[in-house]
């Protein structure tokens, strides 16, 4: 490993530390701990879901997501209801009172909000790409669960334009795009194959 890649994963690793941190804080004073508030956060994102498939989407165990799914069902943030593509099955969605709760939290920690609005937007641009790059890897490492990104997505045509600020495309809103309006966790995602996801990380390594 170089010192370089050990400097990288050394400030993630600060970044990730004071996230949680500042998560750990937030969520606590509102009573919850941070796999409850991820419940909330990826229900309000992507609708109601089934226990196993929250599970695999926050990298939890069952027996973790169950105990965080009854409590946040005693608090009346979250329900049980059956899923209406099959009847046997049951899905977790939020309450009114849930969709309001997880309104009130914050996005992520005010400061290092602020930080990244002071990037120039290339530079933001760039850290959002090299950072989607960083998490495509662990994902075809399988070591985190599958993630919502443009780089992984059957909808991405990755410098499809010659125009330098919005050379990506993307096909499920038939519009153009730039390194800034990559994303990271997409409702509209579509996984592509293995073979196309590579296709996509070499030609954005390629233009760079
Ligand atoms: S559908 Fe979403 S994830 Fe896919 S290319 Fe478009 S914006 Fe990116």
């Given at each position: 490993?170089?010192?370089?890649?050990?400097?990288?994963?050394?400030?993630?690793?600060?970044?990730?530390?004071?996230?949680?941190?500042?998560?750990?804080q937030?969520?606590?004073?509102?009573?919850?701990?941070?796999?409850?508030?991820?419940?909330?956060?990826?229900?309000?994102?992507?609708?109601?879901?089934?226990?196993?498939?929250?599970?695999?989407a926050?990298?939890?165990?069952?027996?973790?997501l169950?105990?965080?799914?009854?409590?946040?069902?005693?608090k009346?943030?979250?329900?049980?209801h059956?899923?209406?593509?099959?009847?046997?099955?049951v899905?977790?969605?939020?309450?009114?009172a849930?969709?309001?709760f997880?309104?009130?939290?914050?996005?992520?920690?005010?400061?290092?909000?602020?930080?990244?609005?002071d990037?120039?937007?290339?530079?933001?641009?760039?850290?959002?790409?090299?950072l989607?790059?960083?998490?495509?890897?662990?994902?075809?490492?399988?070591?985190?669960?599958?993630?919502?990104?443009?780089?992984?997505?059957?909808?991405?045509?990755?410098h499809?334009?010659?125009?330098?600020?919005?050379?990506?495309?993307?096909?499920?809103?038939d519009?153009?795009?730039?390194?800034?309006?990559?994303?990271?966790?997409?409702a509209?995602?579509?996984?592509?194959?293995?073979?196309?996801?590579?296709?996509?990380?070499a030609?954005?390594?390629?233009?760079g």
């Open positions: 490993m170089s010192d370089c890649s050990r400097q990288i994963a050394a400030a993630l690793g600060r970044l990730a530390l004071f996230w949680r941190t500042a998560l750990w937030a969520v606590a004073e509102r009573g919850l701990n941070p796999t409850q508030a991820e419940i909330l956060g990826h229900l309000a994102r992507r609708g109601p879901s089934r226990q196993v498939s929250l599970a695999a926050l990298g939890v165990s069952a027996a973790s169950s105990d965080s799914v009854a409590s946040l069902m005693s009346g943030l979250v329900a049980r059956p899923d209406p593509r099959d009847g046997r099955a899905q977790v969605v939020l309450t009114e849930g969709t309001k997880h309104a009130a939290l914050p996005d992520a920690p005010a400061p290092l909000l602020g930080a990244l609005d990037l120039p937007e290339a530079e933001a641009g760039a850290a959002l790409r090299t989607s790059t960083l998490i495509r890897a662990l994902q075809e490492a399988r070591a985190i669960p599958v993630q919502r990104m443009c780089v992984t997505c059957a909808y991405f045509q990755p499809r334009h010659a125009e330098a600020a919005a050379p990506h495309h993307c096909d499920f809103v519009a153009a795009f730039g390194d800034a309006a990559l994303r990271i966790d997409c509209e995602h579509e996984e592509t194959t293995q073979a196309r996801r590579a296709i996509i990380a030609r954005l390594a390629a233009v």
